[in-house]
């Protein structure tokens, strides 16, 4: 079955200087991995995904994430930070090349990032 | 166009009545979603819709939960005889497979159960 793991709770940061909000995760062959941001009593907004390709994907807001597939992970980054991107950060996972359910995601705990003047 | 959206943004129900949470998704969307969103659990998966197939169900946590999605378009995700633990953030989320992989959420329905 597939996992996700967040594990960190929450991330504090001063604007301006770079963040990392870490994810690894656990999948049958390769991964189709999403970062999600939640914003106070609002959805899910989907940020940057990876399905194949170059390991570095480039999102909205100018977050991107690496994946590695010697580590399983799928961090999260931003060069600078902003007070406007503390949110709640969650990370997914999806296995390839399944129809029906296999499209389900499985989320990771989320992530409170807390970005400071 | 317009997002996924839901109604009602908020429901308090008391224990042992019948809600139903209503879910309309991207127009031209062919795949739909369920989750809920609770303290405990975390974000979890409920039930898939895809065109005309046989919903996957397989994440609805008891028998008191049921989906329907009338006219491959909007969908109903009814609780019957509501327990306290049933309180959540219930999300849905639709996505035009194939080849699309993100799934876009709506703003979610906050139940709670009294």
């Known amino acids: 079955a597939q996992s996700v793991a967040q594990p960190e709770d929450q991330v504090n940061v001063a604007e301006g200087n770079p963040l990392t909000v870490k994810c690894t995760y656990s999948v049958s062959g390769n991964p189709y991995l999403f970062w999600y941001v939640q914003y106070p009593n609002r959805g899910l907004q989907f940020l940057l995904k990876y399905i194949t390709g170059d390991n570095l994907v480039k999102g909205s807001y100018g977050f991107e994430a690496e994946f590695n597939k010697s580590q399983t992970s799928f961090h999260l980054k931003k060069p600078s930070a902003l007070v406007s991107d503390s949110a709640l950060y969650f990370c997914?996972?999806?296995?390839?090349?399944?129809?029906?359910?296999?499209?389900?995601?499985?989320f990771g705990t989320g992530t409170q990032l807390k970005v400071e003047l | 166009g317009a997002g996924v959206s839901q109604s009602p943004s908020n429901k308090v129900t008391e224990k042992g009545k019948d809600v139903e949470l209503r879910c309309d998704p991207i127009s031209g969307h062919t795949a739909l979603y369920w989750y809920r969103q609770s303290l405990g659990q975390g974000l979890e998966f409920l039930i898939y819709f895809q065109g005309n197939s046989a919903p996957d169900k397989s994440g609805l946590p008891s028998d008191r939960f049921s989906a329907e999605r009338t006219g491959g378009s909007v969908s109903t995700l009814t609780i019957q005889r509501t327990q306290q633990e049933d309180s959540a953030v219930y999300l849905c989320?639709?996505?035009?497979?194939?080849?699309?992989?993100?799934?876009?959420f709506g703003p979610g329905t906050r139940l709670t159960v009294t």
């Open positions: 997914a996972v999806r296995e390839p090349g399944l129809t029906g359910g296999g499209n389900k995601l499985t």
């Open positions: 989320a639709s996505s035009s497979p194939p080849g699309a992989h993100e799934q876009y």
